[in-house]
């Protein structure tokens, strides 16, 4: 046990020297006794438990018995009597600045021994089900802003001793705590030193922005608009993904547990598929990739014909207007999907109260005069609604969002060169799906390269009892499942 003060007096001088005398209101240093022994409380006001700290200070006034007295070490003595489980000596200064900008108070012996107590308590609310996440059947608890709260969700879901949390402190300023998390014998040493090495890499003041910011350590994403990490705000979807080797970073502050790795397949599932017999499952989950599929090509697609009648056999021919209008058809659909992405971030930054008000005008009374003003067919609100639609059935928020990009790309591309700018656009987009490859793993597998077994999981939902290993993307040392 090494001292890291003088004396109280040092300890004392130093905090001021860290956060100035009567500067911040919430850097607090208090004189006090800890029975017989006089120390220095340091803390900031608004991270601890007060309820906590106040009960272990009134059980310590007074005198001390007289063989705690003949103690000469104050470190000893003070561990002796000490009523708490979570008590730390501190050997570094830098150490003991970032444990109290933590929320743990420190005490100052008059040796100059430094001790330091966990007694966080981080504003924040309590697990409830996320907005985005929703399921009509399974848990309604879903992970916090509080990294404590987020790790015992997890773990109460996986009573295991091979769960690992392993923490980190990332950035000079914000010191903010980011938690791998694996099971130990699933997870790759690959994928762990990989992470690991980004991690240490990260030469920033802070990570306000916190599990987006993240992202764009790790992989470097720039200007790619695929999301390359899966978020979830479910602790059962978290503790599915470790089980199978995936590795979780939690990150404080975030109610969002980043998963890696993530092919493009794995942002097209849901908890709900689970939660439902396998044949329902089967269905939704074929239902939504048919969804998310429609999404991208339905309205270039729609677009292509509607514009090239001899494309069409005649009983199709009741596709696409017959008196477009005074507005080119391609600004009619850049206007109306531009429209509704508006009113989806009108719709976020409204209260919930006039939301649905908000809703009714924009989809009932603009849409129909929209049309009898002659702005828009009625093809083309028809389309565009039914394209929402389709985008709004993927899970992914950030998935949704970059296909609306691509869907532009491909309406823009067939506007330009018809038909073959159609495919074009569709096979340079495959292609470059076909290139990612973050943390090494391809990012349309099982596709490409092609598993017919892996594929075929993830177009059936198959029993639970099935034996299935884990996904050969996780690179688990153990891919057997069955104990």
């Known amino acids: 046990m090494e001292k890291l003060f003088q004396s109280v007096n040092e300890g004392e001088e130093w905090f001021y020297t860290c956060f100035g005398k009567d500067k911040t209101f919430d850097a607090t240093a208090r004189s006090l ?13 608004g991270l601890i438990d007060s309820e906590t700290i106040t009960t272990l200070l009134t059980e310590m006034q007074g005198a001390r018995g007289k063989e705690d007295e003949n103690q000469e070490d104050g470190g000893e003595r003070f561990l002796s009597f000490f009523p708490y489980h979570a008590v730390s000596n501190v050997k570094d200064r830098d150490e003991l600045l970032t444990s109290i900008l933590s929320g743990q108070a420190a005490f100052i012996t008059p040796d100059g021994y430094v001790f330091t107590i966990d007694i966080r308590s981080y504003p924040g609310r309590q697990p409830e089900e996320p907005d985005n996440e929703k399921v009509v059947r399974g848990s309604r608890d879903g ?4 990294l404590i709260q987020n ?26 705590d980011v938690t791998i998390t694996y099971m130990q014998g699933a997870a790759s040493k690959e994928h762990l030193d990989y992470i690991r090495e980004r991690l240490d890499a990260i030469h920033h003041d802070g990570l306000t922005m916190t599990d987006k910011s993240l992202e764009e350590f790790l992989f470097k994403q720039r200007f790619h608009p695929m999301p390359f990490v899966r978020f979830t705000e479910r602790p059962d979807i978290c ?17 969002s547990v980043i998963l890696v790795p993530a092919p493009l397949f794995h942002h097209l599932q849901h908890a709900e598929e689970y939660r439902q017999a396998p044949l329902i ?18 309205l270039p697609f729609w677009y292509l014909l509607a514009t090239n009648q001899h494309y069409l056999p005649d009983f199709l021919s009741y596709i696409g207007p017959k008196d477009i209008g005074e507005i080119p058809l391609l600004v009619q659909l850049l206007i109306a999907d531009g429209g509704i992405e508006i009113l989806r ?26 049309i009898d003003v002659g702005l828009f067919t009625p093809e083309v609100v028809l389309y565009v609604a039914v394209s929402a639609i389709f985008t709004f059935s993927i899970p992914s928020y950030e998935l ?5 990009i691509f869907r532009i790309c491909i309406l823009l591309s067939t506007a330009l060169l018809g038909a073959p700018g159609f495919f074009l656009s569709i096979t340079v987009l495959f292609y470059y799906l076909c290139a990612l490859k973050p943390m090494g793993v391809p990012y349309l597998w099982p596709a490409v ?29 153990d891919r057997d499942r069955v104990s």
């Open 33 to 45: 006794h800890l029975w017989d022994m006089p120390a220095l409380l340091l803390y900031i006001n």
């Open 143 to 146: 992970f916090t802003e509080n």
């Open 151 to 176: 790790t015992a969700l997890i773990r109460r879901r996986l009573r295991t001793e091979d769960l690992r949390f392993e923490m980190h402190k990332v950035t000079m300023n914000g010191k903010t």
């Open 239 to 255: 503790a599915a993904h470790l089980l199978e080797g995936h590795v979780a970073i939690i990150v404080d502050t975030s109610p």
């Open 281 to 298: 499952g089967t269905f939704v989950r074929i239902m939504r990739l048919f969804a998310a599929t429609m999404s991208l090509v339905l």
């Open 345 to 370: 971030m009108a719709a976020i930054h409204t209260p919930t109260p006039m939301s649905t008000a908000m809703g009714l005008v924009a989809a009932i009374v603009i849409g129909q005069v929209a």
């Open 400 to 404: 949704s969002l970059t296909t609306k």
């Open 449 to 477: 390269p092609f598993f017919p077994k892996a594929m075929l999981r993830v177009l059936i939902r198959f029993p639970m009892t099935a034996d299935a290993p884990r996904p050969f993307i996780t690179d688990s040392p």
